[in-house]
Structures are given as C-alpha cells and as structure tokens.
C-alpha cells in the first residue's frame, strides 16, 4: 500500500495557520494529528478535539515512554505530537498534517527526511501584531511575548522548503495543498508506478 505524506506546518503565533489547516482538511482529504500540550484550554475548546490538555506530570510522562515524535516549550508551557497516531495514518495511506513550532518541526525532518516543511506567516508584522490583538484572548504581555517569539523563529524561516503567505485563506489553502500534491507527483515518489506501466510495456511488447 502506498505510505502517506507528512507535512509539517509551523508559523508565527497569529499568522493563522490554525484556520488554514481547519479549511485544509474541509477542503481536501487530510488527516490532523492533535497536539499534547500543558497549556490550559482557551474558550470553547476540548480535549482531544483542538490538543490533548496534559499536567506537566503527564506530558513528562509521555516522554519517558517515547510517546512523542517531538516536543518543545513555547512560552512558558510544553506541546508534543503523539507516536503511534502518525505513524499509524501514515502507513494507511493518508497525508497527515502536523502543526507544531519550529524547534519540534527540525527535529520531525531529521526523523523523517521526507516530511514536506511548510511555514504560515502574515504579509508583514504588523498583520500579525493586530491579529494577535483581536483575538481578545491574551494579554498586552503575552502578545509582546509571541513577537519577540516571532522574531526567534524568523531566524529559522530558512529551514524551510515552502513559506506561505496567509493573506487570502483560500489561495493559501490551495497553494498549501498544490504543494503537497506536487511533491506527490516527483518521480521518486512514483517509483512502484514506474516499474508497474514498464512491466505492463514489456508484456505488450514481447
């Protein structure tokens, strides 16, 4: 059976990759692994729907049993991807998404050279700074914070294959998933179909 594609997602907190991976997967057959993470849940989310909500007893937990591909500390709280779910898709045949930060997105690539490494960011930083703003949710504090994450992870944009600007939803959504169905398409990722029409050739040709 053909394996599926990771794809790995990361982008500045605000930039809105949340919302392109939700129209992604209502768009286009995609599966989403959920995040472990210590945070606690913002209004109206749930556990095991948006991230598993671990103590962080539980989430070292997970990582001395080698429960989590990757895991890494993003103000001030932990956030994983759990093992088996991805790996278990993956083997079924199914594109599976990962949103994660970028220190977590370098360590996937170096478990798994094929992982497609896709990074969200807003047209300019103050797009991002208002739409951190408008979500109402976080202080003046913490805002500051994610900027001056933002600023640490531009540091790595270039790690990247792709980055995508997220200022049309819908053209970021299908740019995302052209990307994935290109790097489908490369001939070494065809390589069972190659031998399979040569195969059929030889036997017409006999």
């Known amino acids: 059976m053909k394996k599926g594609k990771l794809i790995v997602v990361s982008g500045f907190s605000g930039a809105g990759k949340g919302t392109v991976i939700k129209r992604l997967r ?23 729907r948006e991230y598993y909500f671990k103590t962080v007893d539980e989430f070292m937990s997970l990582i001395d049993y080698n429960g989590l591909i990757e895991w890494a500390q993003y103000v001030d709280n932990y956030y994983g991807t759990p093992r088996k779910f991805v790996e278990d898709e993956i083997a079924a045949g199914k594109n599976v998404i990962l949103e994660i930060e970028v220190q977590g997105a370098m360590n ?73 169905v290109s ?15 040569k195969r059929q050739l030889d036997e017409i040709n006999k």
């Open 26 to 48: 209502e768009k286009y057959d995609y599966s989403l692994s959920i995040s472990a993470t210590t945070r606690a849940p913002r209004e109206g989310e749930e556990d095991g």
């Open 183 to 197: 790097q489908t398409c490369k001939k070494e990722n065809r390589t069972e179909f190659l031998i399979g029409i």
């Open 108 to 180: 996937i690539k170096s478990q798994y050279p094929d992982a497609i490494l896709i990074f969200i960011s807003t047209k300019d930083i103050e797009t991002l700074r208002a739409r951190l703003t408008n979500r109402g949710t976080e202080t003046q504090e913490v805002i500051n914070k994610r900027i001056a994450r933002a600023a640490e992870e531009a540091e790595s944009m270039e790690s990247y294959e792709f980055i995508v600007i997220n200022d049309d939803l819908e053209e970021c959504v299908d740019t995302v998933n052209s990307i994935v």
